[in-house]
């Protein structure tokens, strides 16, 4: 009795096809990977209250950039790698040659010519001269004088402050002394990032996305 056995079809046909298959389902994989760390890492950022535009800086990119490859990679990074570090590590940031750290309070504006505001391009801009004040117990103080508090016309909101004019600086009516810098010798920033547990995780998922787009036929 003799039993024959034999291959019906193509087989390198079938093979390249089975090839073909498992370089799609890895390359999917890996961009959905890639995909869903970098959201993770944005939302991060956005829940930590650091803002959207810090939450854009992550990017992810896969590897080829055309094309479908058993050997497929992610890459996810941030074009913020030194303010995520910070906040990841919980960095204490200290000022440079033993000055003081300045810290705009609510009452400064957030951009002044078009730049951050500091205490120089504040004094330039406004044409004023910040007063230093020292305090034993908390954080010391640049203040500005001789302000006048200015308000929405429509909602009666506080807007800001601007430098009084000189009718105002005669009468002495509605001038105030307004904080706009806390002055510390350090900061210590909290620990609001958490990259490494995060990526562990979605590489972890590799092996199931593979599986769910290879049967995705």
């Known amino acids: ?120 391009n504040l004094e330039k801009a406004r044409g004023m001269r910040l007063q230093f004040v020292y305090r034993k117990r908390g954080p010391s103080l640049l203040v500005a004088q001789n302000m006048r508090a200015s308000y929405s016309r429509k909602t009666g909101e506080l807007r800001g402050f601007r430098k009084a004019s000189q009718r105002a600086l005669k009468t002495g009516n509605g001038l105030s002394s307004v904080v706009m810098f806390w002055l510390v010798p350090q900061v210590k920033l909290p620990k609001l990032i958490r990259f490494e547990p995060e990526a562990i995780k979605w590489h972890s998922r590799l092996p199931e996305f593979v599986l769910r787009h290879w049967r995705d036929r």
């Open 1 to 120: 009795m003799r039993l024959k056995a034999a291959l019906e079809g193509n087989l390198d046909a079938y093979l390249k096809k089975e090839l073909l298959m498992g370089e799609r389902a890895v390359t999917k994989a890996v961009r959905q990977a890639t995909s869903g760390l970098k959201q993770s890492m944005r939302s991060q950022v956005v829940a930590s209250g650091l803002g959207p535009r810090l939450a854009r800086t992550w990017r992810g990119d896969v590897y080829p950039r055309r094309g479908e490859s058993l050997k497929a990679a992610g890459l996810v990074y941030t074009k913020a790698q030194k303010i995520m570090e910070g906040f990841e590590e919980g960095q204490v940031i200290r000022a440079k040659d033993g000055f003081w750290l300045a810290i705009p309070t609510p009452n400064a504006p957030k951009r002044v010519m078009g730049k951050r505001v500091t205490p120089g």
